[in-house]
């Protein structure tokens, strides 16, 4: 990661801490921790964990809808936000005498430019179109904010261009989004995303919302779109079968934090980190015969609250193969070779 | 083409024998042009009236609204007396009209034409007991009674939909003080506020409009007006911030900023057409109450000072002599009727045309 052009979008140390209040006590419900990750230019890097892992706040905390905690967010070889704290190859923050930690430059970009540049597709295509308006006027928001034409005809033009990408029915402009289907609306909102001729997008489980052969039809048109326009996106599922057919990497999480990060097929293959393996047995497989033979693995108990974090390793209190490091000192990512990244200290 | 004839004559096959070669050829760029039907560009608001000029129960209503506007604007002018001096003759106070049927005439008015033989205009629905034409008192009452209604519901509107509005917006800390305010004015008896106001108002009020448009409205009824904007918002600031906390964590409002869109033109594309039928329907409904609101007030003393009347002071007036003259209570409460009737029916509309979601 040492040259930073390379990449499309840079994600180091991002945390994302909400506050809480319990009665009188406050705490703090740590969502994302210290996740870093990086995606190239016209690449998939797939984010997959169970609900209430963090996917969703990484996926709103990168495109600053929400305010990070602490984290530094370069894009484009651009920082666009960086709250300062240095940290050492160890992954822990380097602090001077008194404890505070040591902070270098504060950078906190308007986002307005950017947002240009970045887009997002929501999960639930019922809510994130706004039922007063039409299809024209959804797909022609970001154009008007952004100023993309000069007369009507243009703004039409632009907005019809971009119906019939999606594949969308250019008569259909007119119609009120509750006209429509779950896919189709899942297009609008694509096209909606794609106005701004964005060079990165985040699909925030664009698809778990539509059945089955649905997801088929628009993950096919991401694909397409991709190859045609040359998009990054960060695809957040929660269905490992769908991630993997898509990705060409995948980021495991787990309680606010990456467990493991690989190429697709090298995480499929060859599985490290025991919560990605226990995951990965979960994948129903549509062959009865493998399916007798090969064995599941069970977690056991359930996903410890966010409020109340383990300490060390978050995955340790389900871990079969927990030790006393685990609970002591938190591991961080390293390099099994080939950009295959783990955060285990037994495996 | 002679075998694809119908074989049957119940046969749902199109018979193709009534087509020849030239039916079956391509269609032209031309005519492939005229297919590419495009709707109309429509904004919200006209898409809303298109909808509302279909509902028949809505527009009788406008219409009857809009007759009664024209009737209390020139009947007035039509009608030769007024609505506080007493029926005169020659210019002579006319003693004998007291208490008349409907289109009755008095001794000294049927003398009168007698003796000249021109014809004075009818009292339309009698005369009260002090001699003044009912009809004309009437009209004028519907004129108060419309314009207390519909003054008030503006205020309330006004009001209410500005600070309902940021403490939803906002929220947090915000949120909290300024709806602990509107708590506090909520538990105020309402009665006793209105009638400590009304009191101390008229009489701050009354030097300060001497020689301003506001002297010919009388203090009374400003003082009403005052009375509403400061009690009455509370509820609509209510509803209002109630509706944009539920419609700004949807996700269409996280889209809107992720295109990086402004927060007031959040506030009004998404935001607040979203809560336009609850404001409407409040809003309609704020102008009967309010007419209601009038009415106690003018049977307390409190409201409109006589000679100027209102539909309710009318109302209560004709109480004492109900079972001699009904007719006296029976048209201020009809107009009372249509109005609020019209009104309701008015909001239902605007809300079944402005709800895209109903449709």
Request: aromatic share 8%; proline share 5%.
């Amino acid at each position: 990661m040492s040259n930073n052009d390379e990449y499309i979008l840079k994600v180091e140390h991002l945390k994302q801490y909400f506050p809480v209040k319990k009665g009188l006590k406050k705490m703090q419900l740590k969502a994302v921790d210290d996740v870093s990750f990086a995606i190239k230019p016209g690449e998939t890097l797939g984010l997959v964990g169970e609900s209430g892992c963090g996917k969703t706040t990484v996926g709103r905390t990168l495109l600053r809808l929400y305010e990070p905690t602490a984290g530094k967010i370069t894009f484009n070889g651009e920082v666009i936000f960086d709250t300062g704290e240095q940290y050492d190859e160890n992954g822990k923050v380097i602090v001077d005498a008194s404890g505070k930690p040591v902070l270098g430059k504060k950078i906190d970009k308007k986002m307005l430019p950017y947002r240009k540049e970045m887009q997002m597709v929501f999960q639930d295509p019922y809510s994130s179109l706004n039922p007063r308006m039409t299809v024209e006027d959804i797909i022609g928001e970001p154009l008007d904010v952004h100023g993309l034409y000069n007369t009507k005809e243009e703004r039409r033009e632009k907005i019809l261009e971009l119906m019939e990408l999606v594949g969308l029915n250019a008569e259909h402009a007119m119609r009120y989004a509750h006209e429509f289907s779950g896919g189709q609306r899942q297009r609008i909102g694509i096209a909606r995303a794609l106005a701004v001729n964005p060079k990165f997008i985040v699909c925030d489980e664009a698809v778990s919302a539509l059945d089955v052969s649905i997801q088929a039809q628009v993950i096919n048109m991401f694909e397409e779109l991709q190859k045609k326009l040359g998009v990054a996106y960060l695809f957040i599922a929660h269905d490992l079968l769908v991630v993997r057919h898509i990705s060409d990497r995948i980021a495991v999480m787990y309680l606010g934090k990456i467990m493991e990060i690989a190429d697709a097929d090298e995480l499929n293959e060859n599985p490290i980190h025991p919560y990605t393996l226990s995951l990965l047995s979960a994948v129903p497989i549509p062959d009865p015969e493998t399916a007798r033979k090969s064995q599941r693995i069970v977690l056991e108990g359930d996903v410890p609250s966010p409020l109340r974090m383990p300490t060390g390793c978050p995955f340790r209190t389900r871990c079969r193969y927990a030790t006393e490091k685990c609970a002591q000192e938190r591991p961080i990512l390293t390099d099994r070779g080939n950009g295959h990244m783990v955060a285990c200290w037994n495996k | 083409m002679e075998q694809f004839k119908k074989r049957q004559f119940l046969s749902s096959q199109i018979d193709l024998s009534k087509f020849n070669a030239d039916s079956f050829k391509k269609a032209t760029d031309d005519e492939k042009k005229q297919q590419d039907v495009m709707g109309e560009s429509t904004t919200f608001f006209k898409d809303g009236m298109k909808r509302l000029k279909k509902n028949p129960l809505a527009m009788g209503s406008v219409i009857v609204l809009l007759l009664l506007v024209v009737i209390i604007f020139v009947a007035p002018l039509i009608c030769p007396y007024s609505y506080s001096a007493f029926t005169q003759i020659d210019g002579r106070r006319d003693g004998t009209a007291t208490n008349l049927a409907p289109f009755e005439y008095s001794m000294r008015e049927q003398e009168y034409m007698d003796k000249t033989g021109k014809s004075l205009f009818p009292h339309i629905c009698g005369t009260d007991n002090l001699g003044r034409d009912y009809f004309i008192r009437v009209i004028y009452g519907t004129r108060v009674s419309l314009a207390v209604g519909f003054v008030s519901a503006f205020m309330v509107l006004i009001i209410g939909l500005l600070y309902g509005a940021i403490a939803g917006y906002f929220g947090g800390t915000v949120d909290l003080i300024m709806m602990r305010i509107v708590d506090i004015i909520y538990s105020l008896p309402d009665m006793l506020i209105i009638i400590l106001l009304s009191v101390v108002l008229t009489q701050r009020l009354e030097p300060l409009l001497v020689g301003t448009v506001f002297a010919k409205l009388g203090t009374n009824m400003i003082s009403m007006f005052l009375v509403f904007a400061l009690l009455y918002w509370v509820g609509m600031a209510r509803l209002i911030r109630g509706q944009i906390l539920a419609i700004k964590n949807n996700e269409y409002v996280l889209a809107a900023r992720c295109i990086g869109t402004k927060n007031s033109r959040i506030l009004r594309k998404h935001i607040l057409p979203n809560c336009l039928s609850v404001i409407i329907i409040t809003t309609a409904l704020q102008v009967p109450s309010a007419i209601f609101t009038e009415s106690y007030l003018s049977f307390l003393g409190l409201g409109i000072s006589a000679p100027l009347p209102s539909l309710g002071s009318l109302a209560n007036d004709a109480r004492s002599s109900l079972l001699s003259y009904p007719e006296r209570l029976v048209v201020p409460a009809i107009v009372i009727c249509l109005i609020v009737l019209a009104l309701n029916l008015i909001g239902d509309g605007l809300r079944d045309a402005f709800d895209s979601k109903l449709n």
